[in-house]
């Protein structure tokens, strides 16, 4: 036989006296918990005191380990001290020691030991004596109110000694969520709710003696009737509105009860946000086919699964629209309360093409009964792009290819002339010259950008036409010269010819340029453009000379000859970028004439009052305004029903209405009691209106002000 289940037992026995001797301990303690306190206080202890008992059973239990048995078992003399023996390997042991093992066992099998503890009879019944000591004490107790439904917060009743006055000695209140929460109902003996707007809730009240009749009485003067069911007063009404309420009855109760409080518990509307795309309105690709839609719907209380997502359609342009709706329904994924909803709209299905706009708003509602709540998302436009929209975008994007080259700047122009001269001799002079010619290009756009503050619009101005000797291929024109770098270049391209001269020719007759030139507006004539005063002009004019000369230069492979030049045109450009203003050309204003006869006169005939008119107080806003006053002194008069009604029309003038409510009802009750009247004039102070401030005060003026002001007065003190 194993010496286990001696264990086993030894174990069992003493659990077993643990928790008779402590579990009649530990209802006493509930049931003084109970008479003392409430419901939920009794229950509480009653648990605390039984995982006590667990607990030191469980911890007796486990000091009777191996070595205990060990122990027990060699005190009995015919088991000579060898029941270690029995818990040692088989292979650990020598033959003579494997032969006094099997000789413990067999004594074991014969007659096992007692190893149990001996019931301790005294001990338990000391147990059972303290417990009902408790519970005779805990049933003498006079038993106090179990909840505030019967605490006495208000003064005594007129007759309290009358020995027919009930008295309120049980309550219960059942609350039940309406279904679509998915709350579970409870109950208890708090009188004081709070819970979802639309829940149930079930009165359940005892008097000693029974009264008459008894009611239920809310703040704004409504009445619940209690019916009577055998020894229990019961009623029952759906919360819609927060209020306090008392529990009266006819006789009146022996103590006055307090109001207690009805809080709601608003079932917030669904909220919808917009997951994709990010912004409301999206302009389409070109050949874009299908647009992805996604939004997530949230609820306290939960979504309810189908959505429905209108998409609205309009086709063509000018008053020559088409509009066109489509109700889409959508299910949603996740939890009740995030719920996700997507959708791809494909817009060859929907027949848009280019200019077309598609407008789409998700609706969704939550799951309140009877009225279900419903939000809707913002609306969300993809616009298609119209075929000059496409054409346009293709070729900004060609442009925006090369837009790089427009912002070269003089200083990098410079700085690859130097670069390349370095590496005159480690180049052949055919890439010398290219390279050259490329940066000659670049000082060519830069001299052209800044040539349009001058009103430059091409490269160069009208030419003349062709002599009779000539052949027209070949022919020079009259504005055209051979200079120093050897370039042709038009009269006006913003730089000086020296000593050239031009001839001004006859127009020819069908020639376009010379049509234009005789009666169209021309912007090429630098002396057009007002954009710049003409000091500043001229020193872009010579900024322009110096880019000439260098860009010559540059172009014959000469960036040597380049840099002096280069390096006055980044001289003038900076004296051009530090100009102090430009100007634009005047036009014309339209200013009121002036009526000389009233000048210097001081008649303010006609003029209107500039005097600040400070708004009146509207006279229903001085409700508060007297209560609180009035409440301040101990004999002052508070008109209760219009204050009342003041907090009815404007409920949100405090973060709790329900506060101010039950202050007014206190000093309702007890007009001359003084910490109520406080309490009442506390709460009003949130809803008083603040006073407008005084004018600010003007800062005290700096050292300059000073001076300013004292010049001001000097010649008064001269006078």
Request: charged content about 25%.
């Amino acid at each position: 036989m194993s010496a286990h289940p001696l264990l086993q037992r030894a174990r069992r026995r003493v659990l077993a006296i643990t928790l008779i001797a402590g579990i009649p301990i530990a209802i006493a303690f509930a049931l003084l918990a109970f008479r003392i306190s409430t419901f939920d206080v009794a229950t509480l202890t009653l648990t605390i005191t039984l995982l006590i008992v667990a607990g030191v059973a469980m911890w007796r239990a486990r000091r009777l380990d191996t070595p205990w048995l060990i122990a027990r078992i060699n005190e009995h003399r015919r088991f000579e001290d060898s029941a270690d023996l029995l818990f040692s390997a088989n292979d650990t042991l020598n033959p003579l020691q494997q032969r006094q093992r099997r000789h413990v066992e067999q004594r074991l099998r014969d007659a096992p030991p007692e190893l149990r503890q001996p019931w301790p009879w005294k001990q338990l019944l000391l147990c059972f004596t303290i417990a009902a000591m408790i519970a005779a004490g805990a049933l003498g107790w006079p038993r106090k109110a179990t909840d505030t439904s019967v605490r006495n917060d208000a003064a005594r009743s007129a007759a309290p000694d009358s020995p027919d006055a009930p008295a309120l000695r049980a309550a219960r209140l059942q609350v039940t969520p309406p279904a679509y929460t998915g709350q579970a109902a409870s109950a208890g003996e708090k009188l004081d709710v709070r819970a979802v707007q639309g829940s149930r809730l079930q009165w359940q009240l005892q008097f000693t003696p029974q009264p008459q009749r008894a009611w239920l009485q809310f703040h704004d003067g409504r009445r619940l009737p209690l019916q009577r069911d055998g020894a229990h007063w019961r009623a029952a009404e759906s919360l819609q509105r927060p209020g306090l309420y008392r529990i009266v009855s006819e006789p009146a109760l022996a103590e006055a009860g307090r109001a207690y409080r009805l809080d709601v518990i608003a079932d917030r509307p669904p909220q919808v946000k917009v997951l994709e795309p990010a912004q409301t309105l999206n302009q389409a690709a070109p050949n874009q086919r299908h647009w992805q839609l996604r939004f997530e719907a949230t609820d306290d209380f939960g979504i309810n699964p189908n959505a429905t997502l209108d998409i609205t359609t309009a086709k063509g342009s000018g008053e020559n629209i088409e509009f066109q709706q489509r109700q889409v329904t959508l299910g949603g994924s996740g939890p009740a309360t995030a719920r996700r909803f997507a959708y791809r709209a494909d817009l060859s299905a929907l027949g848009v093409g280019p200019g077309d706009e598609v407008v789409a708003r998700l609706s969704v509602r939550d799951n309140r009964n009877p009225q279900p709540q419903e939000a809707r998302s913002a609306s969300l436009i993809l616009r298609l792009p119209s075929a000059q929209e496409v054409q346009t975008s293709e070729l900004e994007g060609a442009i925006k290819k090369v837009l790089p080259a427009y912002f070269r700047s003089q200083r990098q122009i410079i700085i690859d002339a130097e670069a390349l001269q370095k590496q005159r001799g480690t180049l052949d002079s055919d890439t010398f010259i290219k390279r050259a010619d490329a940066i000659g290009v670049d000082q060519r756009i830069l001299r052209l950008r800044y040539g349009q503050f001058l009103g430059e619009e091409a490269e160069g101005g009208a030419k003349a036409p062709p002599t009779g000797d000539l052949p027209t291929s070949d022919a020079p024109t009259a504005d055209a010269h051979d200079d120093d770098h050897g370039d042709t270049h038009a009269q006006d391209d913003g730089h000086d010819h020296g000593g050239s001269t031009s001839t001004e020719s006859a127009p020819v007759f069908g020639s376009a340029t010379d049509v234009l030139s005789e009666y169209g507006h021309t912007h090429d004539h630098a002396e057009a453009a007002t954009l710049l005063d003409p000091q500043t002009r001229a020193i872009l004019k010579a900024a322009l000379d110096q880019m000439w000369q260098s860009e010559g230069h540059l172009r014959q492979g000469h960036p040597d000859l380049a840099l002096p030049y280069a390096y006055k045109a980044l001289g003038f450009i900076k004296q051009v970028q530090q100009a102090e203003r430009i100007y634009l050309a005047r036009v014309g204003s339209a200013l009121p004439p002036i009526d000389m006869a009233r000048r210097m006169t001081g008649k303010r005939d006609g003029l209107g009052s500039r005097g600040l008119q400070l708004a009146t107080r509207p006279a229903s806003d001085r409700i508060v305004a007297d209560a609180w006053q009035a409440l301040a002194q101990a004999d002052g008069k508070v008109d209760l029903d219009a204050l009342s009604r003041w907090l009815d029309a404007h409920p949100n003038a405090w973060p709790d209405p329900l506060d101010v409510i039950a202050a007014i009802d206190e000093v309702r009750q007890q007009p001359d009691c003084q910490p109520c009247r406080l309490r009442l004039r506390e709460q009003l102070w949130p809803a008083l209106q603040r006073p407008l401030g005084p004018p600010a005060r003007r800062s005290a003026p700096d050292a300059a002000g000073r001076r300013y002001l004292d010049a001001l007065a000097a010649p008064q003190e001269r006078t």
